[in-house]
């Protein structure tokens, strides 16, 4: 089993940054695929990045690519993502995730997940 405890959420103005991190506890996450997903209120839950296991391969939603920025530091077993240029269309729950499926996209490559943190983005 693996527990993932998000936070850095909070409410920021547009044009402004954020950094999450996702804290892991239970297994190691170094042989886990590691993703951040997001959830806007009435919206589906949607896929924003994906870090492979040595942290060598990353993965972006179109819609964040250039502002965000995924790391991994497998002796902490935590998981960062550092947003800038925010915009108010990133306003959502944002969840952290670890799998180990060959595709990262899909909300089913990942079996385990965190409760997520809050992100809201002001005009």
């Known amino acids: 089993q693996v527990q993932l405890v998000e936070s850095g959420g909070g409410l920021v103005q547009a044009g402004g940054s954020l950094r999450l991190s996702c804290a892991a506890s239970?297994?190691?996450?170094?042989?886990?695929?590691m993703g951040w997903f997001r959830q806007a209120p009435r919206k589906d839950r949607e896929f924003v990045a994906a870090?492979?296991?040595?942290?060598?391969?990353?993965l972006y939603a179109d819609s964040v690519k250039g502002r965000f920025t995924i790391s991994r530091d497998n002796a902490k077993s935590t998981v960062y993502l550092q947003m800038n240029s925010l915009k108010p269309e990133d306003t959502a729950v944002y969840f952290c995730?670890?799998?180990?499926?060959?595709?990262?996209?899909?909300?089913?490559?990942?079996?385990?997940w965190g409760q997520g943190t809050q992100v809201t983005v002001s005009s």
């Open positions: 995730a670890a799998g180990r499926s060959p595709t990262m996209r899909g909300t089913t490559d990942y079996n385990y």
């Open positions: 239970g297994r190691t996450i170094s042989t886990y695929t």
């Open positions: 870090i492979g296991w040595s942290g060598a391969v990353t």
